[in-house]
């Protein structure tokens, strides 16, 4: 009798081994895809908030210079530098004639550069802004 007691009790607990192994691998397979997916949405959250920092930026530098020209002080290109409020940040301004014929209208580019996963990233924002005497 004695035998037998022994003989359920270890067929039973390699059952119970058997049930948890199987249950793991259950959860498992549930909690993979769900924290890919919780990666991939803070990935996307975070370059939509670099996306967003750098159109604020590009927008603040578009009405300095509209301000500037509306006090005579013209537009002229700049070379990339750092903001100093946001270093991790570039801006650049590019100024082109606007359109032929029409002296004083300037095609005024914006853009702003930042580093994202080891590489390079711009957004670029253009307007036209009248950089003559009115």
Same mark, same amino acid.
């Given at each position: 009798?004695?035998g037998?007691?022994?003989c359920?009790?270890s067929?039973?607990?390699g059952f119970?081994l058997?049930?948890?192994s199987?249950?793991?691998?259950a ?8 924290f890919?997916a919780c %990666?991939a949405?803070? $990935? =996307?959250?975070?370059?939509q908030n670099?996306?967003? &920092?750098?159109? !604020?930026l590009?927008?603040?530098? +578009?009405?300095?210079?509209?301000a500037?020209a509306?006090?005579g ?6 070379e990339a530098a750092a903001d100093?409020a946001?270093p ?7 100024v082109?004639?606007g359109?032929k014929?029409?002296e004083g %209208?300037?095609?005024v $580019? =914006?853009?702003?550069?930042w580093?994202?996963s080891? &590489?390079?990233e !711009?957004?670029?924002?253009?307007? +036209?802004?009248?950089n003559?005497?009115?």
């Open positions: 009798m004695m037998a007691g022994r359920g009790r067929a039973r607990a119970f058997l049930e948890v199987f249950a793991v691998l959860f498992l397979l549930v909690v993979t895809p769900i890919r %990666l949405s803070l $990935r =996307v959250t975070t370059r670099r996306l967003r &920092a750098a159109a !604020s590009a927008h603040e530098k +578009l009405e300095r210079l509209r500037a509306s006090r002080e013209g537009v002229r290109p700049e100093p946001v991790e940040y570039k801006v650049a301004v590019d082109t004639d359109q014929g029409i %209208l300037k095609l $580019r =914006v853009i702003v550069t580093e994202e080891g &590489a390079e !711009s957004l670029r924002v253009s307007t +036209l802004i009248w003559g005497s009115r």
